[in-house]
């Protein structure tokens, strides 16, 4: 069973920085996506970014050039490096693995709070 565990939220005045954490554990095969997602307070979840093995990137227009998203492919962890927050950026972060083999797999972790105050 592959289980996803994030860490590294927290509160944070506007302007400040933050890391959050994400270790993949279990074997994962193929190709596979690893990304952040958030949901803020009364709001659908979101894209925040998305990088694969190889390291390409997408990121949503709301953070291009505030967020960096990296991994560690032996570690199966990857990283959303967060700069200059601004406090609609608070919201639940939760980390995805897209798995695709024969059916595309989604796994999520049970989602770390960044809060950013004004």
């Known amino acids: 069973q592959v289980q996803l565990v994030e860490s590294g939220g927290g509160l944070v005045q506007a302007g400040g920085s933050l890391r959050l954490s994400c270790a993949a554990s279990?074997?994962?095969?193929?190709?596979?996506?690893m990304g952040w997602y958030r949901r803020g307070q009364g709001k659908q979840r979101e894209l925040v970014a998305t990088i694969t093995r190889g390291g390409s990137t997408n990121y949503a227009d709301s953070v291009k050039g505030r967020f960096t998203i990296s991994r560690d492919n032996a570690k199966n962890t990857v990283y959303l490096q967060m700069s200059s927050l601004k406090p609609e950026d608070t919201a639940v972060y939760y980390c995805n693995l897209r798995v695709h083999i024969t059916q595309v797999a989604d796994y999520w972790g049970q989602g770390t709070q960044v809060t950013v105050s004004s």
């Open positions: 279990g074997t994962i095969f193929g190709f596979n996506v």
